[in-house]
């Protein structure tokens, strides 16, 4: 099982990011995917979630109105599009993947990618 993020970079405040997560060696559309982040000296934190389905989203209160998550299950794809970027988004964010979709735990989730680095700054 791989997940595998990517289309971090430097983005000026109130700027656009897309994230993509992909899903290698499981059916994506069985799982709940997700998002975290870490920024320096800070506690992980989670930012959104998607169910199997496509059905139920869930945000952080620190990006609603300006993150939306989205999934192509044909291609195990899982996108995070992230508009009005402001210096606080700045962080390390993780794709992951595990079976309850909520943003309280990181142990909810069983599979972890690598990280994409998303800095904010002018």
């Known amino acids: 099982v791989q997940l595998q993020a990517s289309g971090g970079g430097l983005v000026q405040p109130g700027g656009s990011l897309r994230l993509s997560c992909a899903a290698s060696g499981f059916t994506s559309d069985f799982y709940v995917i997700g998002w975290f982040r870490q920024a320096p000296g800070k506690e992980r934190e989670g930012v959104s979630c998607?169910?199997?389905?496509?059905?139920?989203?869930v945000y952080a209160d620190s990006v609603k109105g300006r993150f939306t998550i989205f999934r192509d299950n044909a291609k195990n794809m899982v996108y995070l599009q992230m508009n009005s970027l402001k210096p606080e988004d700045t962080a390390v964010y993780y794709c992951v993947a595990g079976t309850m979709c909520g943003l309280r735990y990181s142990y909810w989730y069983d599979y972890w990618g690598q990280g994409t680095q998303v800095t904010v700054s002018s």
């Open positions: 998607i169910s199997e389905s496509d059905s139920v989203s």
